[in-house]
């Protein structure tokens, strides 16, 4: 608008004026236009954005500050708002916390919760009343200040108690292990006197901060009740009936963001120590003795509502523009009691079937609501394996952010589509059957349950087995341990566990466990025991240690550990010597390689059996090696840059490098003197063999040396002293019974000939047998002209890989058919064990199909449901390592001893629960996530409904109907009934001194039907009232405005703002 609107009034004495819309009668004074209204009505636009009979008297417009202002006030409205669900949801994620320091149960932090809607039950319809017919934005501070003093009052016991009872905590949970198996003369007492003064100690405060923190959340539910109950028909009564969806939506979907942050804030607060100001112990939050700073959110919330209050002290009666006052026979009714027409108010209320109906789905909408909120950070931590607060972020993040969402989107979709009556109440209906179908769904989402060994249903201290009934466990606390066999004990004393021994921070091993089969392996048992990343060095019997690096020991010479096993951890440190210690190796000697890596040798620690990569590397290639510490004595310089040097000690002659075999036999520079060679050949003009050289080692082949010494390009035979020859080809005479031909040398080109069977006769090699293995291929065997212990590449290919090999042939006594396709053949006197092929190794030794009887393996254990262990294998070289062997075979005897008490074999145990991270938390968080978005798009429309359905005077006194109901019939019993649920799936109760504490382990399977199914049901009953909703609802009307006459005349005008306040 580019100019301001004048209007002409009519004046006290009469004056005529413009006509204009009839008086509003005396129930609607006080009631103006905002000021987007305002310019219509002047400009005689009245497209149904006012309600009937709304229209502002005419009359002086007063100045506006700064607070008359729909949008500063749903500013400071909102954040008030926010604080209080953040401190419900907040106290919510401590619960958990409270309950480990004060050992009360869920029923017991149920009915705290249940404080905070008692407290509004007692005022919310003598509040509405008085407080919706007054000045609604001082009684919405008031009830500010009330709520601030609830939640200041929440921290006064950490303030008074809070030292004297983090020290019971901690003695309760003395550091060391868990109490083990004693008999009841030998045992230690449990509850001795410093126990006993501890408990009363506990007892004694528990007694009182129980009761006051009632009393605070009684007084935080007073607080709270002003805020909803006013602030909304407050805004409803300051918007246009079209625009009341979007705000609706606003104010319920920002109003969800709280719970959200209190989860938050939750998680943040359970992180910090309960008193900062001492120094962080040696212990982190996942530690039982850990207790997060439960107290420090409150400070944070009250101190922000404290603020907000005095905000809220500074709006105005109305936020739209009120006239000048009317004259004085118009408030002739001011003095009369406030509570004349209280009775019939709510009779009223009462008659209207549909607010009943409403009031009905409302109470049992929000009751599975609160209850799956209650007590879903304990839910996810227990079914899910979560700490504290990973669930909190989880609740937060995963539930409330998304139900925020779906209000808000809802509110969205009311504002464009314009539904009716019936069809908001249809969506309405439709979320809950959503709902309530999608707890069943997540009912079968959980982590598989851990196995937990016969416990009692009433407490651990009745929880004994069989096997530990020498055990006195009467006073010991709740301690689990994970059982190599994969089943979770209760304590280490239920076990039956002699001996303990402490890994690190939060980890104990307990072994010589009378009620653990040490035949078996759980998968938590194994990764500690063998690949090393818990082993206590003493259970395992090692001598010796070295710190590898700042999160890595090795611990050697370990009596307890099969040295034949190598896990992937163990070998990557043992074998490869990436951070081995040359001490702890055994090394006697050293050398530096160069800038960043040494040699060590002669370590007696290292079995010289085993290779790794690394290893090999560096200590048979010679590239770097020192002749000193590889024991050579003799030298020789080959060219300006080379040096040979042989006859080492420290150099396996088995092995080699492909350096070191090009420099040490291809003997391009080597003197005839210093190889020792007693004869010698002039082969041609430039070339002349040396041979019978003792300082060669005829084992070795360099490739020149190969070509001119057995190839025979230019040889004659009478030199080489052969007796008989035999033509090959036109081209090709093989030659043999060679005296000067060393018969264990084999050249590229004579092994081509003479072994890998192209043109041999069989006849001329001296073959007695042949088979043929192929349409192309025949195999000669004992054959007496050709060295058994030579291989060529053809030849290994058929002799060795087995591809096509004769089990006859072969001298093969045993077979076994591995697959379709393959067949192992064993225990062949034809085939040097030593020898290994790729294939062979991987059929061999991998044991991915071997049968244990062809194998000759004399034990056998399952380790899972699809993998079983053979071991003491006489068929297997026990030299050769598969990866998968290597990740199979482990430790198989860990104390097979014997007691004289419980005289059976001994198992071991760590501590903790069994089971690890399980990735079905996804599939849960996503299916949550969907279901409470689907339940929060029906909550936009179900307040619509209700402020519908009633007159508008009556509306803040329906939403007090409303409350009072949820209150009495939801909230109250809702956390009670559910905290029952969740106690009635504990498994075991902890226990002190005959004093029985919160519960200790919970029947997953138990509490997930309990606690999801309640919910599930709950839900349905709200689906049958939503039902009866909306076969009412078609009385409804959404959009009273749209109802409104067109005026009579043109509008009343009055001063108006180029930009309306209440856009947002």
């Known amino acids: 608008m580019t100019a301001n609107v004048v209007a002409t009034v009519s004046s006290a004495g009469g004056e005529a004026g413009p006509p204009g819309p009839a008086v509003e009668d005396a129930d609607m004074k006080g009631v103006e236009a905002t000021p987007e209204e305002q310019e219509r009505l002047a400009t005689g636009n009245n497209n149904g954005s006012l309600d009937c009979k709304h229209t502002p008297h005419a009359g002086p417009v007063r100045e506006r500050s700064v607070f008359a202002s729909t949008r500063v006030f749903m500013l400071v409205f909102l954040s008030g708002w926010v604080l209080q669900g953040m401190f419900l949801t907040y106290f919510v994620s401590v619960t958990t916390t409270v309950e480990k320091l004060f050992k009360v149960e869920s029923k017991t932090t149920g009915t705290l919760l249940a404080a905070t809607e008692i407290g509004q039950i007692c005022t919310a319809l003598f509040l509405t009343y008085l407080a919706g017919r007054g000045h609604r934005p001082r009684w919405i501070a008031c009830m500010m200040l009330v709520l601030a003093v609830g939640v200041i009052g929440c921290v006064l016991p950490h303030l008074m108690y809070g030292t004297q009872l983090l020290d019971v905590h901690l003695d309760s949970h003395r550091a060391g292990a868990a109490p083990v198996c004693y008999t009841y003369q030998n045992s230690t007492d449990q509850c001795d006197e410093a126990h006993r003064v501890n408990s009363n100690t506990r007892s004694n405060i528990t007694a009182v901060v129980i009761p006051w923190l009632f009393i605070c959340l009684l007084v935080v539910g007073v607080g709270q009740t002003g805020i909803a109950t006013l602030g909304i028909p407050y805004v409803d009564d300051n918007v246009g009936s079209k625009q009341s969806p979007l705000y609706m939506a606003i104010t319920i979907g920002i109003r969800v963001i709280g719970p959200a ?44 509502i404290v603020l907000l209050s005095a905000l809220m002290f500074c709006f105005p009666r109305q936020i739209r523009q009120e006239p000048m006052p009317p004259p004085p026979k118009k408030i002739k009714d001011k003095n009369e009691p406030f509570l004349k027409d209280f009775f019939a108010t709510i009779k009223r209320q009462v008659t209207n079937d549909i607010l009943m109906w409403r009031t009905a789905s409302s109470v049992l909408h929000l009751m599975p609501i609160s209850g799956v909120y209650a007590f879903l950070p304990k839910y996810l931590e227990k079914q899910f394996r979560l700490p504290t607060h990973d669930a909190n972020l989880v609740s937060g993040l995963g539930g409330i952010l998304v139900m925020g969402l779906g209000t808000i989107t809802s509110g969205v979709v009311i504002l464009k589509l314009v539904p009716t009556a019936r069809q908001v109440a249809a969506w309405t209906a439709a ?31 009745n929880s004994s087995l069989d096997c530990s009934s020498g055990c006195y466990c009467a006073d010991v606390p709740f301690n689990p ?36 089969n040490s035949e078996t392996r759980g998968d938590k048992a194994m990764q500690t025991y063998d690949e090393g990343a818990y082993l206590s060095p003493c259970q395992a019997g090692c001598l010796n240690s070295q710190q590898l690096d700042n999160s890595t020991w090795l611990y050697y010479n370990c009596s307890c550990i099969n040295s034949e096993t190598r896990g992937d951890k163990a070998m990557q440190t043992y074998d490869e010597g990436a951070y081995l210690s040359p001490c702890q190796a055994g090394c006697l000697n050293s050398q530096q390689l160069d800038n960043s890596t040494w040699l060590y040798y002669n370590c007696s620690c290292i079995n010289s059996e085993t290779r790794g990569d690394k290893a090999m590397q560096t200590y048979d290639e010679g590239a770097y090696l020192s002749p000193c510490q590889a024991g050579c004595l003799n030298s020789q310089q080959l060219d300006n840059s080379t040096w040979l040097y042989y006859n080492c000690s420290c150099i396996n002659s088995e092995t080699r490098g492909d350096k070191a075999m090009q420099t040490y036999d291809e003997g391009a520079y080597l003197s005839p003197c210093q190889a020792g060679c007693l004869n010698s050949q002039q082969l041609d003009n430039s070339t002349w063999l040396y041979y019978n050289c003792s300082c060669i080692n005829s084992e070795t082949r360099g490739d020149k040396a190969m070509q001119t010494y057995d190839e025979g390009a230019y040889l004659s035979p009478c030199q080489a002293g052969c007796l008989n020859s035999q033509q090959l080809d036109n081209s090709t005479w093989l030659y043999y019974n060679c005296s000067c031909i060393n018969s264990e040398t084999r050249g590229d080109k004579a092994m081509q000939t003479y072994d890998e069977g192209t043109y041999l006769s069989p006849c001329q090699a001296g073959c007695l047998n042949s088979q043929q293995l192929d349409n192309s291929t025949w195999l000669y065997y004992n054959c007496s002209c050709i060295n058994s212990e030579t291989r060529g590449d053809k030849a290994m290919q ?92 482990e430790r198989y005897e860990l104390f097979n001893q014997t007691d004289n008490i419980l005289s059976r074999s001994l198992g071991f145990a760590v501590s903790g629960e069994c089971g690890g991270p399980c990735k079905q938390i996804y599939t849960f968080v996503a299916v949550f996530a969907t279901v409470m978005f689907v339940h ?92 009866l909703v909306w076969s009412k609802a078609g009385r409804i009307d959404m959009n009273p405005a749209d109802a409104c006459p067109a005026p009579d005349a043109a509008p009343l005008a009055v001063q108006a703002r180029t930009a309306p306040d209440t856009q947002l």
């Open 798 to 889: 058929t002799y060795d890989e087995g591809t096509y090999l004769s089990p006859c042939q072969a001298g093969c006594l045993n077979s076994q058919q591995l697959d379709n396709s393959t067949w192992l053949y064993y225990n062949c006197s034809c085939i040097n064990s030593e020898t290994r092929g790729d294939k062979a190794m991987q059929t061999y030794d991998e044991g991915t199909y071997l049968s244990p009887c062809q194998a000759g393996c004399l034990n056998s254990q399952q380790l899972d449901n699809s993998t079983w262990l053979y071991y003491n294998c006489s068929c297997i070289n026990s030299e050769t390592r598969g990866d998968k062997a290597m990740q199979t075979i």
């Open 431 to 461: 979320s809950a059957v959503i709902y309530s179908a999608g707890m069943v769904v997540l009912m079968f989402i959980s982590c598989p349950e851990e196995n937990y060994r016969m416990i009692s249903e009433v407490s651990i201290a």
């Open 261 to 304: 942050l209190g989860f938050l804030l939750g998680a943040l607060c359970t992180r910090v120590y309960v008193n900062p100001l001492l120094n962080p112990p040696d212990f982190d939050a996942s530690d039982p003795r850990w207790v997060g700073a439960w107290w420090l959110g409150m400070v944070f919330i009250a101190g922000f």
């Open 936 to 1027: 929060a798009s029906g909550e936009v429309g179900a307040v619509l409904l209700i402020i519908r359905c009633t007159d508008k005077k009556d509306k803040a006194m329906a939403m007090g109907v409303i409350q009072f109901a949820i209150g009495v019939f939801g909230n109250v019993p809702c956390p009670i009934v559910f905290g029952a649920a969740v106690d009635a799936a504990c498994r075991a109760r902890d226990v002190l001194c005959g004093i029985l504490g919160a519960c200790a382990s919970y029947d997953n399977d138990s509490f997930r039907q309990l606690y999801l199914g309640l919910s599930a049901s709950l839900m349905f009953l709200a689906f049958i009232m939503d039902l």
């Open 481 to 516: 341990v994970c059982g190599q066999d994969s089943f979770t004990y209760l304590s280490p004393c239920q076990a039956g566990c002699l001996n303990s021994q402490q890994l690190d921070n939060s980890t104990w091993l307990y072994y010589n466990c009378s009620c653990i």
